[in-house]
T-cell receptor
Framework: LAKTTQPISMDSYEGQEVNITCSHN???????ITWYQQFPSQGPRFIIQ???TKVTNEVASLFIPADRKSSTLSLPRVSLSDTAVYYC??????????????FGTGTKLQVIP | NAGVTQTPKFRVLKTGQSMTLLCAQD?????MYWYRQDPGMGLRLIHY???????AKGEVPDGYNVSRLKKQNFLLGLESAAPSQTSVYFC????????????FGPGTRLTVL
């Protein structure tokens, strides 16, 4: 399993862009990179997923360099409601059905007014 | 379309008691998962299923059993509850596509006294 390393916590003021970087040095060829968001007392919620280069959706952007050994989740102009824990997952999706991914401790983002 | 639902939302058990947690999904997903999340920690996979009638062990299976008699339901059983099983339990499901992501339920908060 590809192990991921993320900062434990981050603080940001409202309206700023937040970048959370995840390190995954032993990522495998078949592995995708997926980010989830979790609010207190709720299950994780999918944010974005990518394999290489850049992916953007209505919520965030995901930047993946050519060597794929890291990835950066970018949240534009955060608001108080973005305060949550963000998990970076790297895994082999679909092989035998076992999503070989591991949830680490995530990054606790605190948005400050 | 309710997504993934979990029953019950809260439960208090005494050591040695047994109980079953029910997970139901209405998205016709093949794959289903049970995780536990302890305070300040990420999710850890207990058991998973790649289809009706199949189950397999995850990262922390000891003390738990599961069954997938119907495609839409995934049951997690505790035969003899222990205080170490006090946790929040999350169920998830996903489709079989290589880029499909997991959809999580709202969680069950279990306390074992």
């Amino acid at each position: 399993l590809a192990k991921t390393t993320q900062p434990i916590s981050m603080d940001s003021y409202e309206g700023q862009e937040v970048n959370i970087t995840c390190s995954h040095n032993n990522i495998a060829t078949n592995d995708y990179i997926t980010w989830y968001q979790q609010f207190p007392s709720q299950g994780p919620r999918f944010i974005i997923q990518g394999y290489k280069t850049k992916v953007t959706n209505e919520v965030a952007s995901l930047f993946i360099p050519a060597d794929r050994k890291s990835s950066t989740l970018s949240l534009p102009r955060v608001s108080l409601s973005d305060t949550a824990v963000y998990y970076c997952l790297v895994g082999d999706i679909g092989s035998g059905g076992y999503q070989k991914v591991t949830f680490g401790t995530g990054t606790k983002l605190q948005v400050i007014p | 379309n309710a997504g993934v639902t979990q029953t019950p939302k809260f439960r208090v058990l005494k050591t040695g008691q047994s109980m079953t947690l029910l997970c139901a999904q209405d998205m016709n997903h093949e794959y289903m998962y049970w995780y536990r999340q302890d305070p300040g920690m990420g999710l850890r996979l207990i058991h998973y299923s790649v289809g009706e009638g199949t189950t397999a062990k995850g990262e922390v299976p000891d003390g738990y059993n599961v069954s997938r008699l119907k495609k839409q339901n995934f049951l997690l059983g505790l035969e003899s509850a222990a205080p170490s099983q006090t946790s929040v339990y999350f169920c998830a499901s996903r489709g079989t596509g290589s880029t499909d992501t997991q959809y999580f339920g709202p969680g069950t908060r279990l306390t074992v006294l």
